[in-house]
Nanobody
Framework: HVQLVESGGGSVQAGESLTLSCVVSGAKYRSYCMGWFRQAPGKEREGVAVFASIGHDSTIRYADSVKGRFNVSRDSAEGTMYLHMTDLEPEDSAMYYC????????????????????WGQGTQVTVS
């Protein structure tokens, strides 16, 4: 049974930074694509940053709205994925979710939550 647990959310001022963590248990971390999604009130869930393929040289995808400000990384030995967020904007306020799936993601599917099998409970990020 795969479990994903996010942490690191909080309330920050615009322009500040925050790092989210996602710990994976119950699965071989290296066998899954992993990614970050977010959902703000009244808006659809959107893909933020993902490892779209499995393996050491995994393809990374970012939403246009976060390119240059967010960076996704992982520590495979620890089974942990991170989302380093800098220069945060009020528009980044949302519940952030960690997701995992054993299937490779295409350019058309990576940002669609439908194609991701496992989800964490989320961690709230508020930027004011």
């Amino acid at each position: 049974h795969v479990q994903l647990v996010e942490s690191g959310g909080g309330s920050v001022q615009a322009g500040e930074s925050l790092t989210l963590s996602c710990v994976v248990s119950g699965a071989k971390y290296r066998s899954y694509c992993m990614g970050w999604f977010r959902q703000a009130p009244g808006k659809e869930r959107e893909g933020v940053a993902v490892f779209a393929s499995i393996g050491h040289d995994s393809t990374i995808r970012y939403a246009d709205s976060v390119k240059g400000r967010f960076n996704v990384s992982r520590d495979s030995a620890e089974g942990t994925m991170y989302l380093h967020m800098t220069d945060l904007e009020p528009e980044d306020s949302a519940m952030y979710y960690c997701a995992g799936d054993p299937r490779r993601k295409t350019d058309e599917s990576w940002h669609d939550g439908f194609w991701w099998m496992f989800w964490g409970q989320g961690t709230q990020v508020t930027v004011s």
